[in-house]
Nanobody
Framework: QVQLVESGGGLVQAGGSLRLSCAAS??????YGWFRQAPGKEREFVAA??????YYADSVKGRFTISRDNAKNTVYLQMNSLKPEDTAVYYC?????????????????WGQGTQVTVSS
């Protein structure tokens, strides 16, 4: 059974920063993704990393950075210049295949989610 364990969420003021981490219990995933879900909204794509290539939603481009440490089976999401509209539960996901990184149905495993709240 593969597990993804997220950490690093919390409460921060607008303009501040947070770094999310997601540790996987297995190695070898092609793609890691971060998604978020705000109350009453669909879960949406935030960022993905496929081996060394990175991809971002337009809403976070230039503010968020995704990275991975393969030795630690861990993926990170550095979030800078946070805005109140970034408030959501953030989920880490992992996929074995090189598939559509922005489609949540393409991921094989999900973490439990971590709350990020940005106050104005």
């Amino acid at each position: 059974q593969v597990q993804l364990v997220e950490s690093g969420g919390g409460l921060v003021q607008a303009g501040g920063s947070l770094r999310l981490s997601c540790a996987a219990s297995r190695r070898g995933f092609s793609t890691y993704g971060w998604f978020r879900q705000a109350p009453g909204k669909e879960r949406e794509f935030v960022a993905a990393i496929r081996w060394t290539s990175t991809y971002y939603a337009d809403s976070v481009k230039g503010r968020f950075t995704i990275s991975r440490d393969n030795a630690k089976n861990t993926v990170y999401l550095q979030m800078n210049s946070l805005k109140p509209e970034d408030t959501a539960v953030y989920y880490c996901a992992a996929a074995w295949r090189d598939s559509d990184y922005s489609n949540r149905n393409e991921y094989d495993y999900w973490g439990q989610g971590t709350q990020v709240t940005v106050s104005s």
